[in-house]
């Protein structure tokens, strides 16, 4: 995997298109056992993120994703802004400018656990945690960009019959169970447009 | 948004509604007057509902005292993009800086009467958290 500035450029336009594509998508989702405003709120997040180009791919890889972690928590105007935002500057305070798979499964591994502590929340309450962390098993296990999306979208999948415990779901109580969490969707989607774009190949 | 001098604990309110955040405050003012450095943010940054990181960080700068500053939130974005802004002040105003687990209007009246006594940020923080219990 090498991230020259062409690929730190190809790597912002293709996680802020696949989030701006499916925002309407994430909205009703968000509809359905939130506040509905998903959708948006990532969306403005990503154009926001979208406007410091070309310069922040002039940046090195640490410091671009640091730089769209904070645009993400100043932006975004939910709590996802927040979450997907330490997620983002997590990595970039622990990658290296040219990471192997080893730096990454480390790097992963600290992003999520901040997160776990930004929402004090765990895998298996229906959040974006709930494909983070399996995803991250993954990759940690040499899968490639294809298993690695693959089990992104499975993981999306397998929040729908879960029960919210956190975040504005947890107020549908039961009522929640039966609907994909937006956040999760969200997720495997950046992660999708990620490694197809890195083209990450197995065990490198 | 306004505030007022005083060395008691400031009450920042944070709405995903700019008005609940404003009326919230107006029944702040009506108990305590000017007594309590007090702002509000309301809405993201394109004046929808929801909460925003740079509109808290102003928040608390407006209502800063030495004694610190009480942050009262409705739901969960507001909470966590408030803990976000804290966790993004300078170090030495960190530490002086609390979130408390209250609602937020009563959270609010009751922690700046509180303040309006001279209380420590501690005191203004668990008497408004006391009103969950």
Same mark, same amino acid.
């Given at each position: 995997?090498?991230?020259?500035?062409?690929? %730190?450029?190809?790597?912002? &336009? #293709?996680?802020a298109g696949t989030v701006i594509e499916h925002a309407d998508e994430l909205t009703s989702l968000d509809r359905a056992i939130?506040?509905?405003?998903?959708?948006?709120?990532?969306?403005?997040?990503?154009?926001?993120?979208?406007?410091?180009?070309? /310069?922040?791919? /002039?940046?090195?890889?640490?410091?671009?994703?640091? #730089?769209?972690?904070?645009?993400?928590?100043?932006?975004?105007?939910?709590?996802?802004?927040?979450?997907?935002?330490?997620?983002?500057?997590?990595?970039?305070?622990?990658?290296?400018?040219?990471?192997?798979?080893?730096?990454?499964?480390a790097a992963t591994d600290r992003a999520i656990n901040a997160v776990k502590a930004r929402g004090r929340s765990e895998p298996?309450?229906?959040?974006?945690?709930?494909?983070?962390?399996?995803?991250?098993?993954?990759? #940690?296990?040499?899968?490639?960009? %294809?298993?690695?999306?693959?089990? !992104? !979208?499975?993981?999306? /999948?397998?929040?729908?019959?879960?029960? !919210?415990?956190?975040?504005?779901?947890?107020?549908?109580?039961? &009522?929640?169970?039966?609907?994909?969490?937006?956040?999760?969707?969200?997720?495997?989607?950046?992660?999708?447009?990620?490694?197809?774009?890195?083209?990450?190949?197995?065990?490198? | 948004?306004?505030?007022?001098?005083?060395?008691?604990?400031?009450?920042?309110?944070?709405?995903?509604?700019?008005?609940?955040?404003?009326?919230?405050?107006?029944? +702040?003012?009506?108990?305590?007057?000017?007594?309590?450095?007090?702002?509000?943010?309301?809405?993201?940054?394109?004046?929808?509902?929801? =909460?925003? +990181?740079?509109? $808290?960080?102003?928040? $608390?700068?407006?209502?800063?005292?030495?004694?610190?500053?009480? +942050?009262?939130?409705?739901?969960?974005? @507001?909470? =966590?993009?408030?803990?976000?802004?804290?966790?993004?002040?300078?170090?030495?105003?960190?530490?002086?800086?609390?979130?408390?687990?209250?609602?937020?209007?009563?959270? @609010?009246? $009751?922690?700046? =009467?509180?303040?309006?006594?001279?209380?420590?940020?501690?005191?203004?923080?668990?008497?408004?958290?006391?009103?969950?219990?």
């Open positions: 995997m090498t991230l020259d500035r062409a690929n %730190r450029e190809k790597l912002v &336009r #293709a996680l939130g506040d509905g405003d998903h959708g948006l709120n990532m969306k403005r997040g990503f154009e926001a993120v979208l406007a410091t180009l070309p /310069d922040i791919a /002039d940046k090195s890889l640490p410091e671009m994703l640091k #730089a769209i972690g904070m645009t993400l928590v100043m932006k975004v105007g939910g709590a996802s802004g927040p979450l997907v935002g330490t997620f983002f500057m997590e990595l970039g305070k622990a990658l290296p400018e040219q990471p192997a798979r080893a730096d990454l499964v298996g309450q229906k959040t974006l945690l709930d494909v983070l962390v399996p995803v991250q098993t993954v990759l #940690a296990n040499g899968g490639d960009a %294809r298993a690695i999306a693959a089990e !992104a !979208a499975r993981a999306a /999948d397998r929040t729908a019959p879960m029960l !919210a415990i956190r975040g504005r779901a947890s107020f549908l109580g039961e &009522r929640s169970i039966g609907h994909m969490d937006p956040g999760s969707r969200s997720a495997s989607l950046l992660i999708g447009a990620a490694v197809t774009t890195l083209e990450f190949e197995a065990n490198t | 948004m306004s505030s007022s001098n005083s060395a008691n604990v400031g009450i920042v309110i944070v709405s995903h509604s700019p008005k609940i955040a404003e009326g919230a405050a107006d029944m +702040v003012r009506q108990m305590v007057g000017s007594a309590v450095p007090l702002a509000w943010t309301g809405g993201d940054v394109d004046g929808g509902l929801g =909460t925003n +990181v740079a509109g $808290i960080l102003e928040a $608390i700068e407006t209502a800063w005292s030495p004694a610190g500053v009480a +942050v009262l939130v409705d739901l969960g974005g @507001a909470e =966590t993009n408030s803990e976000m802004a804290v966790e993004m002040l300078a170090e030495d105003r960190r530490a002086r800086v609390v979130v408390c687990n209250a609602p937020v209007v009563e959270g @609010a009246v $009751i922690a700046a =009467t509180e303040s309006s006594g001279g209380s420590s940020l501690a005191a203004v923080k668990r008497s408004a958290e006391e009103f969950y219990a």
